[in-house]
C-alpha cells in the first residue's frame, strides 16, 4: 500500500479489498484488481475548499501485444502498440466536505473534453460518495473532474 496525504493531493495504491485513507477523502478499491487513486486542486486551494478537483482511478495499463521473459513482467521483450489495454476495477471515493451543494461530476476523456456526467450522493455523515469504474461507454474512463462551482 502507498498513501500520498497532502492538503492539495490525496490519495494512493491499494490492493483489491482494501481502503486507502487520507485526512480529505477515503478510497475503497474493489473489483478484483488493485488500484492507484488519488484527487487533486485544481485552483491552488486544498482539496477541502477547492472549486474544482480531477479525480485519476489507474488500474494495470498495458500496450496491446506487450511482452514480457516472465510472469512477474520483470524484463520487456516488446513494447507493445497502441491502444493501450486497461484492466477493469471498480472503487468508491468518500470525500469529507460538507455545507457544499453536490458537485457536477464529469467523466473526462484523456484529453481533458467532459464525456459525460457521473452520480454523486452525500452518505450518512454528509461526506460525497462517487462510486467509479474503469468500464465506460466511451471505452475505459480513468479520468474524472468534481466542479462545484
Do not use: C
Not at 495504491?13 to 487513486?37: K, L, N, S
Not at 482511478?57 to 513494447?79: G, M
Amino acid at each position: 500500500m502507498m498513501v500520498l496525504d497532502t492538503p492539495r493531493t490525496a490519495g494512493g495504491y491499494a490492493p483489491a479489498g482494501q481502503t486507502v485513507r487520507t485526512a480529505a477523502a477515503d478510497f475503497a478499491i474493489g473489483g478484483g484488481e488493485g488500484a492507484t487513486i488519488w484527487i487533486s486542486s485544481l485552483d491552488d486551494q486544498p482539496i477541502v475548499a477547492s472549486q474544482r478537483l480531477l479525480l485519476t482511478h489507474l488500474t494495470d495499463l498495458q500496450n496491446t501485444e506487450i511482452r514480457y521473459a516472465e510472469r512477474a513482467r520483470q524484463t520487456l521483450l516488446a513494447w507493445g502498440k497502441l491502444p493501450h489495454l486497461v484492466r477493469a476495477g471498480e472503487a468508491r471515493m468518500t470525500l469529507r466536505r460538507t455545507g457544499d451543494a453536490l458537485p457536477k461530476v464529469y467523466v473526462l476523456a484523456t484529453s481533458g473534453r467532459r464525456l459525460g456526467e457521473v452520480p454523486v450522493r452525500r452518505d450518512a455523515d454528509g461526506a460525497l460518495v462517487l462510486d467509479l469504474s474503469t468500464k465506460g461507454a466511451d471505452g475505459a474512463q480513468l479520468l474524472y473532474e468534481l466542479d462545484f462551482r
